[in-house]
């Protein structure tokens, strides 16, 4: 292929060499190009001068024999990239619902009197801030990220952030703030009288696998090489988990199909992009217990017969990414990863893989795309993922954690499990606890637990506030008011309510809270996030924005009732129709808002 696939632009040496040594990684079995290495090179390209230039894009071309609108395609579909020249220096700024509960509004405001408006260059032009969805940080809103381009790259982020320390962040001055936020106090189960999911967070080094296997690590795969790949099966049906990523499908019949399919190779995927505003306990997972989730990712691939294993992260978290690789690194030297795991006869590794800012690759089969180099556009269904998913093959897909529930059900049977909880609701679920809260953070409690023992647990609003919502579930959730609270916090308890737990998100809007505001960010962001595959969603989020702003301003077509109207039409037509989840619940929130809180009568 023709290197100058861009007239007169190549790659200059430093980008040359950074993206060389993105794509010189091992080789994944049962997949022939190097297509899915696109997305690797394209970080590489833009942590190296800051944006991805033309000659970079002609390089990463050749080399992955990609077509040039292909890659471009790619590139300009992720919110963290760019292609068109910005400065090495980037502090993006949540402007989401959690921050705007905690002062977005005028942190983003000291940012423009200061620096001039979004995407101005300082006067040296060395750096810029820009306006940002969810970081994923909402329990230390407001937030910023931090990225330097450069021979040595480094992201970190600033949570809770100030106008002094993200402008010290924009000049170069600030420091990786590297802790994370898990809320007291907690509550126990009361059954086992202890925490499940985070009971080594804070009390275990997540960068030394000693420390983890020191408090138990490792016990759970020991078991399940003992007990057998279907005895490891049979216990995850036997133990009624289901996915805590919002759909609740059933672990075991996914495991299950995945591991009797013929069809070879097997794919694992951990679906570690969560970005639904609100929520952040995957990040805490991975941040504070990382080799649980590679040793969960372990037993998930010897019971399902797979051999390459994939976590995909959200770009907005560079210190998840940084834990993740560690702990695979390390478990990997040690001989718990690769070619014989634990000396076994088991190949097994996995590959972290970072998103670049794109709410829709949550969805399964969007993020198998985004995995693939290709944009991060839904797949109709079937074929479902354990059929052809990843690369056409057999995938198990899971998120962070659904998979870490796993080493309790192998080291204490699946019945056990089941028991806690309700029957419906087996286990111990994390909540996200962010906005007006007292205490906000995150924690785990039994299924079961009603909504107002939780916000309870977490102190309930400020000092002196009074409560106005409760956001259940994030963007894609509904909103309650404070006569809904005794809600039980199951799935079938939400159901009932007419709502779903969705990722966890408990978000608390208090007196001081501008809820139209929020509504019309809400709106803002599902118009953003639209892949724009498919037109109910594509046109349906636009209609819906402009619908609430026209309200929102007194200028509606006809009555403020017809607009109303306009809004519940195009919802249903999103529900009925769009490709995925986006689409079929991008109104969810703005319809309750229109219909309990009334906002915008």
Not at 14 to 23: C, F, G, L, M, Q
Not at 101 to 117: S, T, V
Not at 307 to 335: C, H, K, N, S
């Amino acid at each position: 292929m023709d290197l100058h696939l861009i007239p007169g632009a190549v790659a200059t040496d430093a980008e040359r060499a950074a993206v060389d040594a993105a794509i010189g990684g091992r080789p994944i079995g049962g997949v022939a190009d190097r297509h899915h290495l696109l997305l690797p090179a394209l970080h590489a390209a833009q942590s190296r001068i800051g944006w991805i230039s033309e000659g970079a894009l002609n390089y990463i071309c050749a080399t992955l024999d990609v077509p040039p609108a292909e890659a471009y395609g790619v590139a300009s579909f992720y919110a963290l990239f760019s292609t068109t020249p910005r400065p090495p220096r980037v502090v993006h700024v949540c402007d989401d619902i959690a921050c705007l509960a905690n002062g977005a509004d005028r942190l983003c405001a000291d940012m423009e009197r200061r620096f001039g408006r979004a995407g101005t260059p300082t006067h040296d032009g060395q750096a810029t801030w820009l306006r940002s969805p969810c970081l994923g940080q909402c329990e230390r809103a407001p937030a910023v990220l931090c990225q330097v381009a450069g021979p040595q790259p480094t992201e970190w982020t600033l949570a809770p952030a100030t106008a002094e320390s993200a402008m010290a962040g924009l000049l170069g001055a600030a420091t990786p703030d590297a802790s994370p936020t898990v809320a007291a106090p907690q509550t126990r189960s009361p059954r086992t009288g202890e925490l499940r999911l985070l009971r080594r967070v804070g009390l275990v080094d997540p960068t030394r696998l000693d420390d983890y296997r020191a408090q138990g690590g490792y016990a759970a795969l020991r078991r399940a090489l003992a007990i057998g790949p279907d005895r490891v099966l049979r216990e995850v049906v036997d133990s009624t988990l289901v996915g805590r990523g919002g759909a609740a499908f059933p672990t075991g019949r996914k495991w299950e199909a995945v591991a009797r399919a013929p069809v070879r190779p097997h794919y694992l995927v951990c679906n570690a992009d969560e970005s639904e505003p609100g929520t952040f306990k995957d990040r805490v997972l991975m941040e504070e217990d990382p080799f649980a989730l590679v040793e969960a990712m372990t037993i998930c691939a010897y019971a399902t017969g797979c051999q390459q294993g994939f976590v995909y992260i959200r770009g907005e978290y560079p210190l998840a990414t940084i834990r993740m690789q560690g702990a695979i690194d390390q478990t990997r030297d040690r001989g718990l990863l690769g070619a014989d795991v634990f000396g076994a006869g088991i190949r097994f590794d996995i590959e972290v893989r970072r998103g670049a800012g794109a709410y829709i690759c949550g969805e399964e089969t969007a993020l198998f795309n985004s995995l693939e180099g290709r944009r991060g556009e839904p797949r109709n269904k079937p074929p479902f993922p354990v059929q052809a998913g990843l690369f056409g093959k057999p995938t198990v897909v899971n998120n962070v954690e659904t998979l870490v529930n796993v080493l309790d059900i192998v080291v204490d049977g699946g019945p056990a499990f089941s028991a806690i909880g309700t029957p419906g609701s087996a286990g111990t679920k994390l909540f996200c606890l962010s906005g007006c809260v007292r205490t906000p953070g995150l924690y785990e409690v039994p299924f079961g637990m009603t909504l107002r023992t939780l916000i309870d647990l977490a102190g309930g609003v400020r000092p002196g506030r009074r409560l106005q919502a409760v956001l259940l579930g994030g963007a894609a959730g509904m909103f309650m008011t404070p006569n809904e609270l005794d809600v039980p916090l199951t799935f079938e308890g939400t159901r009932a309510a007419g709502t779903t737990l969705g990722s966890g998100v408990v978000m608390l809007f208090d007196d001081t809270a501008d809820l139209r505001q929020v509504v019309l960010r809400i709106a803002a962001f599902f118009r953003d996030e639209s892949c724009g595959q498919c037109v109910p969603c594509r046109v349906g989020t636009v209609r819906q924005e402009e619908a609430l702003h026209r309200i929102a301003a007194g200028t509606p077509i006809g009555s403020v009732s017809t607009e109303h109207a306009l809004i519940d039409d195009v919802a249903q037509v999103m529900r009925d129709a769009s490709i995925c989840g986006l689409g079929q619940t991008a109104s969810t929130a703005v319809q309750t808002a229109l219909r309990k809180l009334q906002l915008f009568a």
